[in-house]
């Protein structure tokens, strides 16, 4: 049973990064712009957060500023595709190597310029970012490490995740941006301004991404810099879109599950079951494929892309 | 002329003739590069002399020249197998896996057949690896003509699936039983590597056959009228009595056949092995050469060798002047950001409210 408990708690804390990117990459989508630059986005955001954390030991800053650079990223997408109005897929592909060179880059010289050549956070920083127990509740039997005993970010991460999918579905703004991705053309005639709503969800969608990537170098990175640290999560955080069907809650389910995959291999008993480690991380993405065309077969509107997404929109073009 | 509510500054769309399209690529690669000498500069370093640095690293020398050559070639052949694909508007971005898996196939002849003539068995290893990544490239077509299944997504997921099929290979029934240690696969035997043609892998001259072909196929053939028909509209396809999923999964088998070919190259001609970094992020660098070249097999040339030449220069550049690799990946962000964002001229103008288009 504590094997259980244990790998439950490791798939929650391998599927928070996707979480993080997951959760933005659904508002971008939402309003009608499939950016692959999360993988970027989560690049630029690692890095940002570990520096900031590294040189001042504050976690609120180290946060902001990988929420800023992450948003700064999907910014410059933003004003390609919307106001440029560049080909989605190859803009976000264009941000994925910028990004990727981005944090590699400065990286590298943030080692060559630290003691020994490893960048490490200080004490300070790994404490407040270690997993610390919520008093009296993690010390329930089973759901106290289960749920009350994480780092913080884990829980940011479900707060961020709960609260967009409250903004998606029951504010105004979420409606407003629903229509936007659904049908643009519509929306305008309906007086939305267009421009602001695209920006302004993508820009926050690169932020949640940027999060994301904070996650991956803060926690998982054990205090050090390593070059190449999201790899390929960026990518997994698209592909749980489509299993999380667009919707932030259904993310939360999709994360965990996702993470459980990650880490299965290192919890199944090899001695009863042997299967090739390769078929365990290839999982997710065999899931994803799977649901991608059972949701085609099905033909729903509700867990299916929405329309808009990869066309830009264009107000004179009918 | 002024009349309220008109807004400042509005957008039409453009129609310019191609030679003024050509004019305007130059001028977002020359913007290009002065925004990149900016990033350069930021850094404290002279961008002239980086940029020097870049061109001598990569042709300075026959070797430079040979390595250059050896970047361009799986990027060339991914990026017109792509182009078939984007012709019909299907927006393969696959060509990562489909590289692994002709890559696969190709590796299965070399390791267990590799007393075959050495005409035979190169034939062989090029074939499998048409097969095999053809075959790749058409589970997502299949899906998309029957269940309209989004093919970005899917194909986004078969290059890891593919990508972890490698690894699969790598640690189980293809691991060579001599490397102790890090499990990899056995080096070919030198009967299963393509032969060198002034000193690089002969799949140079496969690319550029290629090209020439791609280019015929596209422009002069039926197939080819038919695949621009498709990815204009398929309705006016059906009007026409094309049969529009025969036409799908039968450019979508050519571009991951094609694709294919590229992983066959890689493993016969550059590494003589298989491992995980075998298609290493050509397939998506691929995507963006086949969108730059406008879809035209001969510009993706001068793109790919564009690329080519900064990927290995910027490797020269990092030990002139202390600098990761990664500055490359940077300066293709930002040569991309550039040239994206000048094709909104191509295609749309801004016109300003007190008269006036601009220019």
Redesign the interface.
Known sequence: MMRFIDFLYAAIKAGTPLLFGTTGEIITEKTGN?N?GVE?MMYMGAFAGFFVGYHTSNLALALIAAFVIGAFGAL?YA??TVT????Q???G?????????????F???MI?HAPNGTPKLSETFMDAVSAKGIPLLSSIPYVGKLLFSHNVLVYIAIIVAIICGIYLKYTRAGLNMRSVGENPAAADAAGLNITFIKYFNITLGGGICGLGGAYISLINGGGVWN?GCVN?QG?IA??LV?FASWSPVKALFGSLVFGATTVLQYYVPKDIIEI????Y??LP??I??IV??IT??KQTKEGA?PLGC?NNY????R | MLKSGEPFVR???NDISDRKAALLSVYAVIFAIIMGGIFILCLGINPFNAYASILKGALATKMAIQATVKIAIPLLISALGITLAFKMKF?N?GAEGQIIVGGIFATYFALFHHNLPHFVLILVMLIAGMIGGGLWALIPAY?KCK????E???T???N??AL??I??FV??PWRDPESSGFPKIAMFEQNARLDKVFGVHAGWIIALVLVVFIFIYLKYTKQGYEISVVGESQNTARYAGMNVKKIVLRTMFLSGAVCGLAGMAQVSGAAFTLSDGVAGGVG??A??VA?LARLNPFVCVVVTLLLSILEKGCSVMQSTF???T?????????I??CI??F??FA??KPVFRNGGAAK
């Open positions: 499939l692959l970027g410059i004003f390609l440029l109005r560049a080909n897929t190859v803009t592909l264009a941000l994925t190597i910028f990004g990727t060179g981005f944090a590699n880059f990286g590298q010289l060559k070059n390929g990518w698209v592909a489509i090739p480690n390769a078929f991380v290839m993405f065999v994803t494929a991608l065309v085609s077969i892309q990869s264009f107000r004179e073009e | 957008i039409v769309k927006w971005i899906f269940f309209d299944t989004n970005t997504l899917f986004l997921m078969l890891y699936i972890y099929f690894k699969f640690e189980g998506f660098d995507i963006i969108w202390g600098l990761s990664a500055v490359s990946d940077i300066l293709q962000g930002i991309l950001f994206l964002g094709d909104f295609q749309y």
